[in-house]
């Protein structure tokens, strides 16, 4: 028979923690492998549980352009949202804790999108760049091949880079001409001419000697990531490091993808059983 029982301090954390589960652990990596969170949590900030946040969340921005026709806007206008919605995203995120946000914002795929489009996209780059330059504490840097971007913005994003390099707030990772599948190919073009120079021996390559060539270096990888606009796919991004990561999809359009869906969200997160491929209880 199932117990529950609800911690003294409910007003600050009204959880019912099931102890069949053994969720009156202390340790977060107990609480990933055996158990989640009532579902009927409250989203005000003291009810996210600190401690089970997610460190590091990862976005794919999807729906602007329904957003905008669904108004009778041109597309342009939904790619608007872009800076105001990090900017909070950001915010939030500082209050809760995530140490790392990665942002899906142009493909390798995407310059297939009309020239008028991609032409705004690169312009509205620059704006969000020079923005983020001082907002907040922020650290921003970017991976993604960037030689194929517009001269201004690769200054914009150096500068960025460089101002906020000393920033030990949230760090903002922005994918911008990004693929998962061109960024492991240029890995293992990597370790295999290593491997030719005499560099490196075949039996030296690992996972831990892959990841140090992938553009995010895998530092943390992400813990959850979220897809706005309906759609149920990855989409080539971060097809490595997403290996174990907690999967999101919300209809929420990115233009409407504001603080409280964000942390229906993160709740969302905090009610998975993460495994990692071990025992289930
Ligand atoms: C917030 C903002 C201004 C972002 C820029 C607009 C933009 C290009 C968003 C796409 C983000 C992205 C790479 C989503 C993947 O979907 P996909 O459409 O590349 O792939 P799919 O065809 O599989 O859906």
Known sequence: MSSLL???QAQFFPVSYNLDRRLLSKNS?????YGHFSKSL???DQLVHPEFTPKHVAIIMDGNRRWAKARGLPVQEGHKFITPNLKNICNVSTKLGIQVITAFAFSTENWNRSKEEVDFLMKLFEQFFEEFMRFGGVRVSVIGGRSKLPIKLQKGIELTEEATKGNKGLHLTMALNYGGKYDMLQATKSIASK?????????DINNKLFEQELATKCAKTPD???RTGGEQRLSNFLLWELAYSELYFTKTLFPDFGEEPFKEAILSFQQRHRRFGGHTY
Do not use: A, M, Y
């Open 6 to 8: 609800v911690l003294p």
């Open 224 to 226: 959850l990531v979220i």
């Open 29 to 33: 990596s107990d609480i990933f492998r």
């Open 42 to 44: 409250r989203h005000d």
């Open 195 to 203: 491997v030719k120079d005499g560099l490196i021996n075949l039996e």
